[in-house]
Structures are given as structure tokens and as C-alpha cells.
Antibody, heavy 121, light 107 residues
Framework: EVQLLESGGGLVQPGGSLRLSCAAS????????MNWVRQAPGKRLEWVSN????????FYADSVKGRFTITRDNVNNRLYLQMHSLRVEDTAIYYC??????????????WGQGTLVTVSS | EIVMTQSPATLSVSPGERATLSCWAS??????LGWYQQKPGQAPRLLIY???TRATGIPARFSGSGSGTDFTLTINSLQPEDFGVYYC?????????FGGGTKVEIK
């Protein structure tokens, strides 16, 4: 059974940094691209970033480009999202989502339960 | 950016009836379209990919159709556990984008 478990969320002040982590199990992590998707309270899902199975290529939403960095550790089956210069509008539940293929963005066939990031002073 | 639009925003359906949800793309996405179900407090779950293929473990009462810019998700014989918000998502081009969702309420 595919399991994705996010961690690292919390309360941070505007301009601050946070690093999210996603522990993956139940599938061959190194064979699949991975994504971060977020959902602000009462809002639609918003795709944030994607990384290929071997660590590249990487893709970002314009809203986070230059501030967020996605990486992965295929030895320890972990996905990361380093977030800098956080803004109030980055407040959301952040989900780790498994892509159906190794490269590029496609349907997201498994999701974690999410971790809440709150940016507030 | 490809904009995804869903209609209606809310749908009230009695158990056993059919629910029909619509999704439009601002430009063609071929069949690169997925449907997701999200229940309160839960993560989304993939229902349909490739516009019409059911994901693993999804009951046959869920079906998807369409290509290009117009898509439909049909839930036949709605069950009480089918309440929730349904989102469409295109993966034809970056950025991946989602529709605003259709909330299905059990009447």
C-alpha cells in the first residue's frame, strides 16, 4: 500500500523559512516523479512543484518560483520542499502527491494527508 | 496557463440518482484530464485519469468522458459515501491546474 506522510508544517512569520518533508513507502519511490500541491482554506487545489524520478527536471508554479526548492532523496525515500521568503498567501495545507509516471506532470494517483503551513505575524 | 472551469458549483442529488459534473478547459488538453474526489478533512483521491479510465479500486458507477476542452464525470446510482468535492485537473501543460470544484451534496 502506498503511504505518503508529510511533516514540517507549522506557524512561521512572513519572510521566514520552512522545510517540508514527505516520507514515502509501499512503492518504488525512485521510479516516479513527485509533486507538492497546496490548498488554502476554502480554496481550490493549487499545484506547487514537480520533480522527476532521478531528481530532475524540476518545475514550479510561478507563485513560488525563486522562493521554493523541491528535492528528493531516493536512498531514504523522501521528498522535500524548502520554502523561503514565505508570504501570508502561502498559508495552506501542503500535500505530497505521487505522479503516475517517472518524468513530467500527470495524474496524481496517491496523496498524503497533508501538513499545515501558516504564515502570520 | 490553462484555466479549468467546473459546473455546477453545488449539486444536490438523492441516493440512487445520477450526478453529472462538467469541466471545461480554456484550451485543448486532449485527454490529459483527471478527476479527484475530496471529502472534508481528507486528501484528494484520484478517480479517473486519461479523461475516461477509472483508477485502481474505483467503483464502476464512476465514469468519465470527453476530450479537448469539454469533459464530464458521471456518478450513476449515487451512494451516500459519494458526497464531497470533485475536482478536475489538466496535465497537458505546465502548470498543472485544477478546476474550482463541484460540491456534491446528498439530498
Amino acid at each position: 500500500e502506498v503511504q505518503l506522510l508529510e511533516s514540517g508544517g507549522g506557524l512561521v512569520q512572513p519572510g521566514g523559512s520552512l522545510r517540508l518533508s514527505c516520507a514515502a513507502s509501499g512503492f518504488n519511490f525512485h521510479n516516479y516523479a513527485m509533486n507538492w500541491v497546496r490548498q488554502a482554506p476554502g480554496k481550490r487545489l493549487e499545484w506547487v512543484s514537480n520533480i522527476g524520478n532521478s531528481g530532475g527536471p524540476t518545475f514550479y508554479a510561478d507563485s513560488v518560483k525563486g522562493r521554493f526548492t523541491i528535492t528528493r532523496d531516493n536512498v531514504n525515500n523522501r521528498l522535500y520542499l524548502q520554502m523561503h521568503s514565505l508570504r501570508v498567501e502561502d498559508t495552506a495545507i501542503y500535500y505530497c502527491a505521487k505522479d503516475s509516471r517517472s518524468i513530467g506532470g500527470h495524474d496524481l494517483d496517491s496523496w498524503g494527508q497533508g501538513t499545515l503551513v501558516t504564515v502570520s505575524s | 496557463e490553462i484555466v479549468m472551469t467546473q459546473s455546477p458549483a453545488t449539486l444536490s442529488v438523492s441516493p440512487g440518482e445520477r450526478a453529472t459534473l462538467s469541466c471545461w478547459a480554456s484550451q485543448s488538453v486532449d485527454s490529459d484530464l483527471g478527476w479527484y474526489q475530496q471529502k472534508p478533512g481528507q486528501a484528494p483521491r484520484l478517480l479517473i485519469y486519461g479523461a475516461s479510465t477509472r483508477a485502481t479500486g474505483i467503483p464502476a458507477r464512476f465514469s468519465g468522458s470527453g476530450s479537448g476542452t469539454d469533459f464530464t464525470l458521471t456518478i450513476n446510482s449515487l451512494q451516500p459515501e459519494d458526497f464531497g468535492v470533485y475536482y478536475c485537473q489538466q496535465y497537458e501543460d505546465w502548470p498543472l491546474t485544477f478546476g474550482g470544484g463541484t460540491k456534491v451534496e446528498i439530498k
